[in-house]
């Protein structure tokens, strides 16, 4: 089976001041199709900076990143941008709605940045919403939901597109322990019954247990930890 997403010799650091940073150096890996995988690491280890890499916002110092068989080290940033709208799902630790768009809204967005037909766009939120048991608050704003209520509304947006990739970034890490758990089993089942790959990274080993593969970044490199 041909990997679905991976990199080769991905090298990232910043500069701090006169003092270079390295968060990744020559990291190697690869994920499946379908498949679920957690990255853990500890804070400031670099793992949204790989998000922001493998979703085409930031650029690699060297190396190369495959999502699909395209090379998105070799995309403008104009293509990047148009490939992240198309294929990617994003969800977030402080989950990122718009506070000035209602519920219905938020979800409709990523439909309407890829000119998807007002009806079907309708009913693709909808069912969405529906999944997510918060069809119902369709007109509310953000600002009335729960923290839980949010990030829910967060996984309906990422997948409402059909995004071949999702990543998540920490998105138990703004929630309690009982709406965390929540919230990951709705992602994990979500995400099997479309039969998406997902990326999370994470330092909550609670997270981790729903994963089918669960690597440590430590160093700038990848440790296989089951």
């Given at each position: 089976m041909t990997a679905f997403l991976r990199f080769h010799d991905l090298t990232k650091s910043y500069y701090e001041g006169d003092v270079r940073r390295v968060v990744l150096q020559n990291a190697h890996a690869e994920f499946e199709p379908g498949e679920i995988t957690v990255i853990l690491g500890k804070s400031g280890s670099g793992k949204s900076t790989l998000l922001n890499l493998i979703s085409g916002i930031d650029q690699p110092d060297s190396g190369q990143i495959w999502v699909e068989g395209q090379d998105l080290t070799a995309l403008r940033e104009r293509e990047r941008t148009l490939f992240r709208r198309a294929r990617i799902g994003f969800i977030f630790q402080f989950f990122n709605l718009i506070p000035t768009l209602t519920v219905g809204e938020n979800v409709l967005l990523p439909l309407e940045l890829?000119?998807?037909?007002?009806?079907?766009?309708?009913?693709?939120?909808?069912?969405?919403?529906?999944?997510?048991?918060?069809?119902?608050?369709?007109?509310?704003?953000?600002?009335?939901?729960?923290?839980?209520?949010?990030?829910?509304?967060a996984l309906a947006r990422?997948?409402?597109?059909?995004?071949?990739?999702?990543?998540?970034?920490?998105?138990?890490?703004?929630?309690?322990?009982?709406?965390?758990?929540?919230?990951?089993?709705?992602?994990?089942?979500?995400?099997?019954?479309?039969?998406?790959?997902?990326?999370?990274?994470?330092?909550?080993?609670?997270?981790?247990?729903?994963?089918?593969?669960?690597?440590?970044?430590?160093?700038?490199?990848?440790?296989?930890?089951?």
């Open positions: 890829n000119r998807t037909p007002r009806l079907l766009a309708r009913q693709k939120a909808e069912s969405l919403l529906a999944e997510v048991g918060l069809l119902d608050r369709w007109a509310t704003f953000p600002e009335k939901l729960s923290g839980g209520e949010q990030q829910r509304v990422a997948l409402v597109h059909d995004p071949l990739l999702i990543l998540a970034d920490e998105p138990t890490g703004n929630l309690d322990e009982e709406t965390g758990a929540q919230v990951m089993s709705l992602l994990t089942k979500l995400t099997r019954e479309q039969n998406r790959t997902l990326l999370m990274v994470t330092h909550s080993l609670e997270a981790a247990a729903h994963a089918d593969r669960v690597l440590r970044l430590s160093h700038g490199q990848f440790i296989a930890e089951r």
